[in-house]
């Protein structure tokens, strides 16, 4: 998967140790394409993490307030 396909914001799993987190930055320079910085939970600074390592977590759908 392409780093163009992660957002700032995005929510990330690691597909090896399970950990959860938000990437924090995309790089913009083609040499470092695949991979983005993410800040994961429980950890005070972020790591820069190859995006083929890393599995997006879907947003939940935005419900209607109760009317």
Known sequence: MAAHQ????????DRESGKR??????FSDLTLKDVVVVKFDGRK????????DLEKIPARPKTRGRS
């Open 21 to 26: 987190g938000v990437v924090v930055y995309v």
């Open 6 to 13: 992660y957002h700032v914001g995005d929510r990330v799993v």
């Open 45 to 52: 600074d972020a790591l820069a993490v190859n995006v083929n």
